[in-house]
């Protein structure tokens, strides 16, 4: 089911309705900086950094003051400017104990942040810290796990707020500045957090261009280089028949319906079970595949993935074995880089698990040749850093072209903005998309924008005749019937359950940016979670063990029972 755009569609309307000449969401303005959503940078700040610099002056003026001049992004961030930052760039392969070093640190301080690129990532460090009792909040996009009395958060790294001040801060897999979509904010973060100690952590790829980047700044840098603490051997024979596959192997491929493919091939010889994992599985779904693999006493005893296994996860694979070094990356089907090869393949051998030595191969022995030469060879130095206009550049840029249109505004700034060479603008397709549709309906810029970074999927197909709701309100039934959700019975059945999950997901973004407008953001999360058990249900029946089994703790009467009963109830007693 493809309801990204209806969703998308419904909040607009209610949004639009709920608001005249100013915005129903303009009082969130400061709290969303605050929290700092994506790019949003503080207003006051950035005056205060144009006039440090004697830029200030009406900005109806474009002679005297071109917006479009994005050459020193440091400015941004005048809190951060004031601080004489020490920052430590941890630097290494895949298990070599870098972030691990960075992690002390964090422990050890009074106040701090992990910026991490995934939620599994900032989860994970959230319970290591409440572990070590040290109290952790847990802040994404998606989730609010407050911790009283907790003086430091794990966060995903579009959250991290360049407002407050800390003790010590880690950024990591910085080496993602140079991601063409995301790059944008690991920028933001690396530039406006503002902290005695800022711990970098990632590939020695990246290190030339952040010290260019910081070296205008006034911070200290200081450079540690880390080895890797377990042997990777790269095999000179490839896997030849999938007879072959053992225990501990992890085959890799990059489309989904492959993943499934070799899934029922290796399992149809009644020797192996198969976990999977892949980017479009529930955040959820993907930790509960990779602990049934790690379990030695589970039946799964083989994972098949796609490159999301690169970041995120911790898991014990002997031998990492590349069934194709293609993929498609959502524009055209390519040969993989020397940094994914390299990420995938370090997966293997994790330092202090039952595999002390990993090895890598390939399924295709002419693709061993290529495979030896990218684990051999340096990653390519990073050259640029992903860059964006903050809200407040756009917002006074369209004032100057006194127009409210958002997608004319970010295609004629964007065409006119002056970067220095160590920069790029971040690719901003599905941002646009998003305009384009937003430009039809009476909504403030602000508005405009804020939709624009939500998480929704405007390639979803739906269609336009449609009733949406114009209350200034948006209630989840009337997007979603709750109680309706099975085990899928098929793939296709899998994959709109997949889509059901990221709708939620959605709602759920929205209900933290827009409380009133978005009321029922605990139903939606309750509904995520069992689009995550009844997907993990699927994954478990899916193979030839399933003959033997009798018993479902997950069963579709039981979870019916449990959630779709009591849960919907309590939010809709007229169902």
Known sequence: ????????????FASSSSSSSSSAVAPLLHDIMSCSVAINTDLNGLLHAWCNLGFLCSYHSSAKFDLTDLTRPHTWYPNAR??????????????????????KRLEASSSGLYCG????????VAQRLNKAKVPCNLITGQEREEIDGAKHSSITVEMADVTSEYQCVIIDEIQMVGC????FSFTRALLGICSDELHVCGDPA????IQRILEVTGDVVKVQYYERLSPLVPLKFPLGSFSNIKTGDCIVTFSRREIYKL????????????AVVYGSLPPETRTKQATMFNDESSEFDVLVASDAIGMGLNLNISRIIFSTLKKFDGLYTRELTVPEIKQIAGRAGRYGSKYPVGEVTCVDADDLPSLHSSLASSSPVLERAGLFPTFDLLSMYSRMHATNNFHPILERFLEKAKLSPDYFISDCEEMLKVAAVVDDLPLGLYDKYLFCLSPADM???????????????????????????????SHNALKELESIHKVLDLYVWLSFRMEDSFPDRELAASQKSICSLLIEEFLERLGWHSQRRRNYDHSPQHLQQKYQTTELRRFFPDL
């Not at 990246?206 to 261009?209: F, K, N």
């Not at 009733?467 to 019975?489: D, S």
Request: contains cysteine; proline residues 5%.
């Open 117 to 124: 690129p995934l939620r599994l990532l900032a989860w994970e």
């Open 459 to 489: 390639n979803d197909d739906i269609a336009a005749q449609e009733n949406y709701a114009k209350k200034g309100i948006v209630r989840l039934k009337e997007i979603f019937t709750p109680g309706t959700l099975r085990v899928p019975k």
């Open 180 to 183: 063409r979509t995301r790059g």
């Open 206 to 209: 990246a290190v030339p261009l």
């Open 82 to 103: 004031r601080k004489k930052r020490n920052v430590f760039l941890h630097v290494g392969p895949t298990n070599s104990g870098k972030t691990y070093n960075a992690l």
């Open 263 to 274: 899934k029922k091939k290796i399992e149809n010889d009644r020797k192996h079970l198969c």
């Open 1 to 12: 089911m493809a309801m990204a755009r209806l969703l998308l569609r419904k909040t607009l």
